[in-house]
């Protein structure tokens, strides 16, 4: 079997490379027994499970192919597809897994997480996760019509650009406490969110940094289970 772990790819119909990057991982692991996590950001933005265009129905039926298959995808929403639901997923049999997650691959313990609540130096950040991740909060907003959502989540992108131009590279990047807890009671973390692809050494332990997908490649993390003794490395997706 062959779990594979990616993020941030920032699907949109404004990136159609991305997208066809992502349809062809698709293809050319479908037959490989797959178990696919997408550790959030799958999205550039997300306005709700009733949103449908061209552009995402190829990806639902490109999706339904892979599962129609014997494979099966896992997400965690991430801050730009928070509103993501089991409505879509639900589509081609897809799951959605909680804000934090673990997974056993033989004998290692790994936790799985999008990996912006490890950024809890950017203050500003987690008080306005902390309102819009709001039940109540999210429930309202997804009452409101789709021609209004879409434009929240344009302002929600252009100040989310606007505040990275200002903000510190260490305010955006993880917290080596939050690193050092969350790393507790498992051996491997694997998170996305900071575009800063790498794998560190955390005093014998694994944190593993999914890439962002950029305009040719994304760094993405395959992991073999019948080669439980691997060394695990990031892995060159081109397209």
């Known amino acids: 079997m062959t779990y594979l772990f990616i993020a941030d790819l920032h699907l949109s119909p404004e990136h159609p490379r991305l997208v066809r990057g992502?349809?062809?991982l698709l293809e050319h692991y479908k037959n490989k027994d797959t178990q696919l996590y997408i550790l959030g950001d799958w999205f550039n933005a997300w306005i709700g499970d009733d949103y449908s265009a061209p552009w995402l129905d190829e990806i639902v039926s490109a999706l339904q192919q892979f599962t129609q298959a014997g494979n099966h995808v896992y997400f965690q929403v991430g801050n730009r597809d928070f509103a993501l639901g089991q409505r879509f997923?639900?589509?081609f049999n897809g799951s959605i897994l909680p804000d934090v997650d673990t997974l056993n691959i033989g004998e290692l313990q790994i936790r799985l997480e999008h990996g912006d609540l490890l950024c809890t130096d950017d203050v500003s950040y987690q008080k306005f996760r902390k309102?819009?991740?709001?039940?109540?909060?999210?429930?309202?907003?997804?009452?409101?019509?789709l021609s209004f959502r879409q434009k929240l989540a344009n302002g929600f992108r252009k100040k989310s650009a606007q505040t990275k131009?200002?903000?510190?590279?260490?305010?955006m990047d993880v917290n080596q406490q939050a690193v050092e807890q969350s790393l507790q009671a498992v051996d491997v973390l694997i998170h996305g969110h900071t575009h800063r692809p790498n794998?560190?050494?955390?005093?014998?332990?694994?944190?593993?940094?999914?890439?962002?997908?950029?305009?040719?490649?994304?760094?993405i993390l395959e992991i073999d289970s019948k080669?439980?003794?691997?060394?695990?490395?990031?892995?060159?997706?081109?397209?």
């Open 131 to 145: 309102i819009i991740r709001n039940p109540l909060v999210l429930g309202f907003l997804k009452s409101m019509p």
């Open 22 to 24: 992502f349809l062809d």
């Open 227 to 239: 080669q439980v003794d691997q060394t695990l490395e990031l892995k060159t997706w081109t397209y």
């Open 165 to 171: 131009q200002v903000k510190s590279y260490q305010i």
């Open 199 to 219: 794998i560190h050494n955390e005093n014998g332990k694994l944190r593993i940094v999914l890439g962002d997908w950029r305009e040719h490649e994304a760094q």
């Open 89 to 91: 997923l639900q589509q």
